[in-house]
């Protein structure tokens, strides 16, 4: 069994940053993409960012300059440096992990961190 464990949501005002960090763990042999997706109320969940195994970064256009994903990879950890938070932000953080446990990778979520920014 798999579990993505998140922290580090919290309210911030307008401007502000928060750091979130989200730690695999469980039987896992490799980890592929890992990312972050937000779902705001009355909305569909969407892609923050995501992160290869090597290194490659891929962002949603709403957060190109402000947000930063990296990963441990000895760690089994993803984080996501959010800078210059502005309200349209809030939302329900959510990390997703391509963990290979056998020959097959399966996708696992962590439970969601709120973040809430304040105008």
């Known amino acids: 069994q798999v579990q ?3 922290s580090g949501g919290g309210l911030v005002q307008a401007g502000g940053s928060l750091r979130l ?3 695999a763990s469980g039987r896992i042999f490799t980890i592929g993409v890992m990312g972050w997706y937000r779902q705001a109320p009355g909305k ?5 960012a995501t992160v290869s195994s090597g290194g490659s ?3 949603a256009d709403s957060v190109k300059g ?3 994903i990296s990963r441990d990879n000895a760690e089994n950890t993803v984080y ?3 800078n210059s938070l502005k309200p349209e932000d809030t939302a329900v953080y959510y ?3 391509a963990v290979r446990a056998s020959l097959t990778p399966i996708d696992y979520w962590g439970q969601g961190t709120q973040v809430t ?3």
């Open 4 to 6: 993505l464990v998140e």
């Open 117 to 119: 920014v304040s105008s």
């Open 80 to 82: 996501l440096q959010m």
């Open 66 to 68: 402000r947000f930063t």
């Open 44 to 48: 569909q969940r969407e892609l923050v």
């Open 95 to 97: 990390c997703k992990a």
């Open 21 to 23: 960090s989200c730690a």
């Open 57 to 59: 970064t891929n962002y």
